[in-house]
């Protein structure tokens, strides 16, 4: 979901991205033709997700879910204008992953509120860990980057955690979601520090 190209492996994104490629592709040509930049509906996908954090936060479980449900598709909407005006940018990628993380934390602290409010300070507890999970998944992944390491393995990178959330939540779920995020999440940071660990060792190692 980034306007940045890349030689990626065969991921769940990848395999989204092409299978519906025949659906985005016309929806992103029209947005281009009124003339909207990739970096507004990047933005418009940020504010779409900040109104289902506000209704999850209220305990409107379905319609906050559903929200969050929508913003998906909006979320790949900016790569495919980017790519279809061939203008692939490394700010373009830059803020979408930015905003990427804003979308997520935004929809775990309307969690927070709504459990919270509900004196459920375990469950509470629970999104806290699911949120550091989420996180630390894409730090690690541009940090190993900047020093040349390839970390795009895991279980659970956002495509996934998304499918996992944004259901979760639209059927009334979101203790379940939310605990499957906060172990899978961390399990995913650690696949991904073990991974470089193993190339970094194979970098420095004595011929």
Known sequence: MEHSVKTEKVTLTGLLRGLFKGIL???GAFLNRLGLAPNTVTLLGLTGNIVGAILIAKGNMLWGGLMVLLMGPVDALDGTMARLRGEP???GGFVDSVTDRYSELVIYGGLIYYFLSQGD???SLVVFIAASGSVLVSYVRARAEALGFDATVG???R???YLVLAPGLAFNYPLVAVWIIAI???????????????QAHKRFAKP
Do not use: C, G, H, K
Request: positive net charge; aromatic residues 14%; hydrophobic residues 55%.
């Open 89 to 91: 940018s490394d700010f």
């Open 159 to 161: 495509v996934e955690r």
């Open 25 to 27: 592709d016309p929806i």
């Open 184 to 198: 899978m999440a961390n399990f995913t940071a650690l696949q991904r520090i073990w991974y470089v660990r193993r």
């Open 155 to 157: 279980a659970l990178t």
């Open 121 to 123: 300070a375990l469950a």
